[in-house]
């Protein structure tokens, strides 16, 4: 069975830091691009950083750029995602998205793990 599972969300003071984690199972995770989303009530679903399978391309939204770093680790099947000096505006629920390569598998999302800064 294929899971996708997001832990190290929770409220943080603005400024403050979190590190996102997704432990993938059920797949070849070597053979896919991982990539974190997130939602904002009644607001569009964004992509925030993503990574190719071998970690030789990363790109991020403008917004979280010189704040957010995204990586994966192979050994382990884990996706990462160290955000710092987090504002109101990183608020929402984030989500792990694993897509293939070659597009010719299926795709898998996270259940979601909710980000608060609020002071």
């Known amino acids: 069975q294929v899971q996708l599972v997001e832990s190290g969300g929770g409220l943080v003071q603005p400024g403050g830091s979190l590190r996102l984690s997704c432990a993938a199972s059920g797949f070849t995770f070597s053979r896919y691009f991982m990539s974190w989303y997130r939602q904002a009530p009644g607001k569009e679903r964004e992509l925030v950083a993503a990574i190719t399978n071998r970690g030789m391309a990363i790109n991020y939204a403008d917004s979280v750029k010189d704040r957010f770093t995204i990586s994966r680790d192979n050994a382990v099947n884990t996706v990462y995602l160290q955000m710092n000096s987090l504002k109101s505006d990183d608020t929402a629920v984030y989500y792990c998205?694993?897509?293939?390569?070659?597009?010719?598998?299926?795709?898998?999302w996270g259940q979601g793990t909710q980000v608060t800064v609020s002071s």
């Open positions: 998205y694993a897509q293939p390569y070659d597009a010719k598998g299926d795709d898998y």
